[in-house]
């Protein structure tokens, strides 16, 4: 029987409310740093306070927190943020049209060269069950969740050089558009522009702290540390990089060892066909209908086209039915 992560805490840990299963988790997997701070830890530098603070008060553990934020090498980059609100300002005020031309010309065209293809049809063969028990189970095609786990990690070769608790908590702190502003570059003195800028940074940083909760909720599950999980710049995790929410809402344990490891194949595999049919995807939609689903997952038209075109490459290697 196949279960989602949420399923997991409960079987593993007991029920309780997700405050109480975040602290809980963290009490047992930091027990040694927690330990650290009582004999000598005197908190984080002041400019994680806010954070601290909106923890707190959610019902988190903030002295476990506060001594994760603590450890060398976490440190705020409100670069993070400035890169994202930047790229969505340029989105919204000078938006570009995607053609197939757009898609040949971009990085995606890498993933199309025959020896990729080559490679992600090999990847499907050796994970030949897991890709035929996903479609079965949630209606997706083999080559279309391939396509995604090439397009977002190479087929897990790279999970992201950042660590997603850093990242997240960066981002949820930024929040204050005054930490951001003074870095972004699209702004050309437009009070239109620095309007939405502002509104942009202020949710962001209400989506990354829902975010960073849900990473503390996702390593307590897993019995790991949130510093030992590598993530892309906005925080994604796994082989399918997924948003710890998405990880808690939509991961699958599929090879039923009582944890969901999305650095693992099976449950990689089948998280995202989960994640795509609770985003829509059915069988003989329209293709309109299979874009919605897949924009869910990656909010960009170019990123759309790209992981079509590489299922349709790598529909000749799919499972036997």
Same mark, same amino acid.
């Given at each position: 029987?196949?279960?989602?992560? $949420?399923?997991?805490? $409960?079987?593993?840990?007991?029920?309780?409310?997700?405050?109480?299963?975040?602290?809980a988790g963290m009490l047992a997997a930091f027990l040694l740093l927690s330990v650290v701070a009582q004999v000598g830890h005197t908190g984080p530098e002041t400019v994680w306070e806010p954070l601290l603070a909106r923890l707190a008060?959610?019902?988190?553990?903030?002295?476990?927190?506060?001594?994760?934020?603590?450890?060398?090498?976490?440190?705020?980059?409100?670069?993070?943020?400035?890169?994202?609100?930047?790229?969505?300002?340029?989105?919204?005020?000078?938006?570009?049209?995607?053609?197939?031309?757009?898609?040949?010309?971009?990085? @995606?065209?890498?993933?199309?060269?025959?020896?990729?293809?080559?490679?992600?049809?090999?990847?499907?063969?050796?994970?030949?069950? $897991?890709?035929?028990?996903?479609?079965?189970?949630?209606?997706?095609?083999?080559?279309?969740?391939?396509?995604?786990?090439?397009?977002?990690?190479?087929? !897990?070769?790279?999970?992201?050089?950042?660590?997603?608790?850093?990242?997240?908590?960066?981002?949820?702190?930024?929040?204050?558009?005054?930490?951001?502003?003074?870095?972004?570059?699209?702004?050309?003195?437009?009070?239109?522009?620095?309007?939405?800028?502002?509104?942009?940074?202020?949710?962001?940083?209400?989506?990354?702290y829902a975010e960073f909760k849900a990473l503390l909720a996702y390593a307590a599950a897993k019995q790991a540390s949130p510093l030992a999980i590598p993530g892309s710049i906005y925080g994604a995790i796994g082989i399918c990089q997924?948003?710890?929410?998405?990880?808690?809402?939509? !991961?699958?344990?599929?090879?039923?060892?009582?944890?969901?490891?999305?650095?693992?194949?099976?449950?990689?595999?089948? $998280?995202?066909?989960? @994640?795509?049919?609770?985003?829509?995807?059915?069988?003989?939609?329209?293709?309109?209908?299979?874009?919605?689903?897949? @924009?869910?997952?990656?909010?960009?038209?170019?990123?759309?086209?790209?992981?079509?075109?590489?299922?349709?490459?790598?529909?000749?290697?799919?499972?036997?039915?």
């Open positions: 029987m196949r279960t989602t992560v $949420s399923d997991a805490p $409960s079987r593993r840990h007991g029920a309780g409310t997700p405050a109480g299963r975040i602290a008060a959610d019902g988190v553990d903030r002295a476990g927190v506060a001594v994760l934020l603590s450890t060398p090498g976490v440190a705020f980059d409100p670069s993070i943020m400035a890169k994202k609100v930047d790229s969505m300002v340029k989105n919204r005020f000078e938006p570009v049209t995607v053609t197939r031309r757009t898609l040949e010309k971009s990085g @995606y065209r890498r993933f199309l060269d025959p020896w990729t293809i080559s490679k992600a049809g090999r990847y499907m063969a050796a994970n030949r069950a $897991s890709f035929s028990a996903a479609e079965e189970a949630y209606g997706v095609p083999a080559e279309v969740v391939a396509a995604i786990l090439l397009v977002e990690t190479k087929l !897990g070769s790279y999970l992201g050089d950042r660590e997603a608790f850093g990242v997240l908590a960066s981002m949820a702190l930024c929040r204050d558009f005054e930490l951001v502003r003074g870095r972004l570059k699209n702004l050309k003195n437009s009070p239109e522009r620095t309007a939405f800028a502002a509104q942009a940074a202020k949710d962001k940083g209400d989506w990354a997924f948003m710890p929410t998405n990880a808690l809402k939509f !991961g699958v344990d599929a090879d039923n060892d009582g944890i969901v490891d999305l650095f693992t194949e099976a449950d990689a595999i089948h $998280s995202v066909a989960n @994640y795509l049919r609770g985003h829509g995807w059915r069988q003989g939609q329209t293709e309109e209908e299979r874009k919605a689903a897949i @924009y869910s997952y990656n909010h960009s038209n170019l990123y759309v086209m790209a992981v079509l075109a590489v299922a349709d490459k790598l529909a000749a290697y799919r499972p036997a039915s």
